[in-house]
């Protein structure tokens, strides 16, 4: 739990200083990139939560590793914290899910961000499509939809 822990704080310390350059502070997905370390943080209490269904954890689990692995459909290495759009997308998807089969409650008394974490989601979802692209973003779902 430690490393997922040390993991969120670079995380959120490599999006907050990227947003205090003039590219992050023009850039219009600043406020959902934000979000990112908060959904992290909130697939990992999820996974550990007991009231969670294992078929879930393991769609929870999947999504860790994904925001993890350096590897993935927009890679971080190349476009810095706008990388994080798509792990951001796929955690939306995979918490939209979460929340149609656990009490919402479960969700909404682990998440660390901003304002309504159902609200948060919706708005992720909202604009995945732009975020990212709707090839990419119809992939990512395909991928979430077969875990």
């Known amino acids: 739990m430690k490393k997922e822990l040390d993991f969120y704080e670079k995380l959120r310390t490599r999006i907050v200083n990227w947003l205090e350059t003039e590219t992050g502070k023009k850039n219009k997905w600043a406020e959902y990139l934000l979000l990112a370390p908060d959904f992290f943080y909130l697939l990992i209490k999820l996974a550990t939560d007991k009231e969670v269904p294992s078929h879930e954890k393991a769609k929870l689990i999947l999504a860790i590793a994904y925001f993890i692995s350096p590897l993935d459909i927009l890679p971080e290495a190349f476009l810095g914290p706008l990388g994080y759009l798509d792990d951001l997308a796929l955690s ?19 998440w660390a961000g901003d304002g309504d974490v159902l609200l948060q989601i919706k708005g992720v979802l909202a604009k995945a499509d732009e975020m990212i692209g709707s090839g990419l973003w119809k992939k990512i779902k395909k991928v979430a939809g077969s875990f």
């Not at 939306?92 to 682990?110: C, D, H, M, R």
Request: hydrophobic share 45%; proline share 5%.
């Open 92 to 110: 939306a998807f995979v918490l939209n899910g979460i929340i149609n089969q656990v009490s919402p409650e479960i969700v909404q008394k682990y």
